[in-house]
């Protein structure tokens, strides 16, 4: 009988040998990767440059076919900054053309952005508004009004075209030269959704992922004469984890 314990103590090491031999070392579970950069905060009143052709940092394109446009910061005393705005004066009545202002520095994928907006009205063609997820000239996102009819419309340029999302009717909620054009892009359970408010207002949602990180800018169409003001752009950062994933 003790041969037979002695025989299953030693078959019960050299298991025990066999498995220490083939473990590997125990390894840290990777730990979450965190952003240490800030969420972009970015805003401008146009009340510095004042002699520059373009506000620093933005570049003029002219999509379709039409004169190339005409920005100039401008003395206003009405402006929500009190002293200046940037004014687009050029006509850009033919279909499919539009005047542009994009910033180079900024990309940013979920945000919210605004802008003053006064109109001096042509045609009801006329509008402007804000682009957002810039890609290149022929693919972005643009949020316009149309002030002589009420109408706010929300594209996808892709190639270069207009494609209508959603359109609204708005009406003014202030009875002022100046409004207030503001647009939130953000993500809820993998669906990208986008909601707009003018004058304070809510009143669109719209939903389309296709276009992914990218810059910001304003926009023109028509033969009416816009200026803006306080363009302001905040990075909305989506939940990330803090800690590392479980060892389940």
């Not at 083939?22 to 009340?47: G, M, N, S, Y």
């Not at 009205?121 to 009004?145: E, H, M, S």
């Not at 009406?171 to 002022?176: E, G, H, M, N, S």
């Amino acid at each position: 009988m003790l041969g037979f314990a002695a025989a299953a103590l030693t078959l019960c090491a050299g298991v025990s040998d066999l498995f220490a031999e083939d473990a590997e070392p125990l390894k840290e579970l990777p730990r979450a990767v965190l952003r240490h950069t800030p969420p972009i905060f970015e805003e401008w009143t146009f009340e510095k440059h004042l002699d520059a052709a373009l506000p620093p940092g933005f570049s003029s394109h002219t999509l379709g076919d039409g004169y190339p446009g005409e920005w100039t910061i401008i003395t206003d005393d009405g402006a929500p900054s009190r002293t200046h705005a940037l004014l687009q004066p050029t006509s850009c009545s033919k279909p499919g053309c539009y005047q542009l202002l994009v910033n180079d520095t900024i990309h940013v994928e979920y945000l919210d952005l605004s802008v003053g907006m006064l109109s001096q009205l042509g045609t009801p063609t006329a509008a402007a508004g804000l682009i957002l997820n810039f890609q290149d000239l022929d693919n972005f996102y643009a949020v316009i009004v149309y002030p002589a009819s009420n109408m706010l419309k929300a594209y996808r340029f892709d190639d270069g075209k207009p494609v209508l999302i959603k359109e609204h009717e708005v009406l003014p909620k202030k009875r002022t030269p100046w409004h207030f054009l503001r647009v939130q892009r953000n993500t809820i359970v993998s669906k990208d959704f986008f909601e707009i408010s003018f004058d304070n207002q809510f009143f669109l949602s719209v939903y389309d992922s296709k276009l992914r990180t990218g810059r910001i800018g304003i926009m023109t169409t028509g033969d009416g004469k816009f200026a803006f003001d306080n363009l302001r752009v905040v990075e909305l950062v989506t939940s990330e984890p803090l800690s590392r994933p479980p060892a389940y």
